[in-house]
C-alpha cells in the first residue's frame, strides 16, 4: 500500500468482506471519489468490512512503481488513505480478464471476500441504486456467515 505494507491479494484483505474500488486511467480517481463517504460509512458501520482502492497500473520496473508511488504518496497526505491504496503493478489485460471486467472505461467496485468470491459488482461512479445494491449484498452475506 502507499504506507509499505505489502500484500498478497486476496488472502490479505482485512476484512471478511472487502469492498474495492479498481481504477485504470488517473482520471478515474474522480470516479473512486463518489464512492469513498459511502465506503467509509460502511466501515463504521459493518465492522466486518474493509475499503480499498486498487489503482492498476501496467507491469514496469521496480523503479518506475517507486517513483509512481512516490507521487501518489505526495498527493495523498492523509494516513487512512494511504493505508487503503494498494497499487497494481501487473498486466491490465489478464488481470481485467480474470475478474471479467470488459474494459477500462470506468472505475469497478467489488465486494469480494479473503478467496476472492466477487459478490456484488459495479461500474462508473456513485448512484444511489448501486449503493444499495451494495449494501443488501454486504448485509446478506455478513448476515449468513
Same mark, same amino acid.
Request: no cysteine; net charge negative.
Given at each position: 500500500n502507499l504506507s509499505g505494507r505489502e500484500y498478497a491479494l486476496p488472502a #490479505?484483505?482485512?476484512g471478511e468482506l472487502n469492498v474495492v474500488a479498481i481504477a485504470f486511467q488517473m482520471w478515474h480517481q474522480n470516479? /473512486?471519489?463518489?464512492? %469513498?463517504?459511502?465506503?467509509?460509512?460502511?466501515?463504521?458501520?459493518?465492522? +466486518?468490512?474493509?475499503a480499498y482502492e486498487?489503482?492498476?497500473?501496467? +507491469? %514496469?520496473? @521496480?523503479?518506475? &512503481?517507486?517513483?509512481? #508511488? &512516490?507521487?501518489m504518496r505526495g498527493g495523498i497526505p492523509d494516513r487512512p488513505t494511504r493505508n487503503r491504496t494498494i497499487t497494481l503493478y501487473l498486466d491490465k489485460e489478464r488481470f481485467r480478464q480474470a475478474l471479467g471486467? =470488459?474494459?477500462?472505461?470506468?472505475? $469497478? /467496485?467489488?465486494?469480494? #471476500? @479473503? &478467496?476472492?468470491?466477487v459478490y456484488w459488482q459495479a461500474s462508473g461512479? $456513485? +448512484? =444511489? #441504486?448501486?449503493?444499495a445494491a451494495l449494501l443488501a449484498a454486504a448485509e &446478506?452475506?455478513?448476515?449468513?456467515?
Open positions: #490479505d484483505f482485512e470516479e /473512486v471519489n463518489t464512492w %469513498m463517504p459511502l465506503l467509509e460509512q460502511l466501515e463504521r458501520r459493518l465492522p +466486518s468490512l474493509r486498487l489503482p492498476v497500473i501496467r +507491469s %514496469m520496473n @521496480r523503479f518506475n &512503481q517507486w517513483v509512481i #508511488d &512516490q507521487g471486467l =470488459p474494459n477500462e472505461n470506468h472505475i $469497478y /467496485v467489488l465486494l469480494v #471476500d @479473503r &478467496q476472492g468470491r461512479p $456513485y +448512484s =444511489p #441504486d448501486e449503493a &446478506q452475506h455478513l448476515a449468513a456467515a
